[in-house]
């Protein structure tokens, strides 16, 4: 490279007038790859705040959809079975009496808070075992064309309330 | 360290045709796009890929996902999480079918890890570092852990001191609207 410049670099001065031109006082340029400096990666979060881009997902200007209702009901209905959960495991060591007196209490109320009560545990299960199959479907390949995605939702969708609502009675 | 033994296993000659053929190939300076041109030239040529490895900024990286992908130990996590699931497929409507004290520890263990697992991701997803800051995401898996541990212990004692999961819930299932 070094060579080739210097080479034409004389054989360029042939061609000009030597007192006007500024090539005779320019000293030949060697030219080399050097490493371009490197960029630190930058957060993702911190480069879209950079860019006052709003917080995603945007939920205000997005129209309400099946799949995004399935999705964060998904996760809505196993927190609130985690919830169930964590009530039982703390309070068998939190509350005075055991569990299961108060499981005792409940004889002899309405037969509509009885449904109510299971309906609120059956309806969630239902749903997440149900739509948890459809989650490990996606998760190996299967049902991912959105029209396979929105049938899928509404059978999931029919299926958990109604088996619900059978197991409840 | 994996990034390094990355960017050197991505350094020959196979790797880089590979790369360039899925396009997924990432130069070090995004603003270098006609020298990703002529690398693709040079390997069409069959030029020697030594002389690549040797100017730097001809190395190509390898982009983000597919090093987090690389990670060994996430995309193992993520296979348990999956298989762990679809045992709880089994182990949920047994416990409720067949109570015994195994059976409701079973349960006990196996839905609380794959109930961490789901909130781990509610927390990161939710409680990210760009609204809360560095500390309060960090504190909030830790209290989640210790959270899951005493839940996780509760259940156990539960379980051993007092009616059980599946007895639990049945008997709850089986209240009658008048006591007899």
């Known amino acids: ?169 | 360290m994996a990034l390094a033994v990355l960017l050197r296993g991505a350094a020959r000659p196979e790797a880089i045709r590979s790369a360039l053929r899925l396009g997924s190939i990432q130069l070090k300076n995004p603003t270098l796009v006609k020298q990703t041109f002529n690398l693709s030239q040079f390997t069409k040529q069959g030029l020697n890929a030594i002389a690549l490895q040797k100017s730097s900024n001809l190395v190509p990286r390898i982009s983000n996902t597919q090093i987090r992908q690389a990670h060994m130990d996430h995309g193992l996590l993520w296979t348990i999480e999956r298989v762990w699931a679809l045992a709880l497929l089994g182990i949920v409507p047994l416990t409720f079918m067949a109570p015994s004290t195994i059976m409701d520890d079973i349960f006990a263990i196996s839905v609380i890890i794959h109930n961490h697992w789901g909130l781990e991701a509610v927390v990161i997803d939710y409680v990210r570092p760009v609204i809360f800051g560095d500390t309060i995401p960090k504190l909030s898996l830790i209290v989640l852990y210790m959270f899951s541990i005493a839940v996780l212990g509760g259940l156990l004692y539960f379980n051993h001191n007092d009616i059980g999961i599946g007895k639990g819930v049945r008997k709850l299932w089986n209240i009658r609207e008048t006591s007899q």
């Open chain 1, 1 to 169: 490279m070094a060579v080739f410049l210097r080479a034409t670099n004389r054989s360029l001065l042939r061609y000009v007038n030597p007192e006007k031109s500024l090539m005779l006082m320019a000293r030949p340029v060697t030219m080399k790859v050097v490493e371009a400096p490197r960029k630190p990666i930058e957060d993702y979060d911190k480069f879209n705040t950079n860019l006052g881009r709003p917080l995603s997902p945007h939920l205000t200007i997005y129209k309400p959809q099946l799949t995004s209702f399935l999705s964060i009901t998904h996760r809505g209905a196993g927190m609130a079975l985690g919830g169930y959960l964590s009530i039982v495991g703390l309070g068998a060591i939190v509350l005075p009496s055991s569990i299961e007196q108060y499981i005792d209490a409940l004889q002899g109320t309405g037969w509509f808070t009885h449904f109510i009560l299971k309906m609120s545990i059956a309806l969630p299960l239902c749903y997440h075992y149900i739509n948890g199959i459809r989650h490990l479907s996606w998760d190996m390949g299967q049902l991912l064309t959105l029209k396979q995605v929105y049938s899928s939702g509404y059978v999931v969708l029919a299926a958990s309330i109604i088996s619900a609502f059978l197991l409840s009675l």
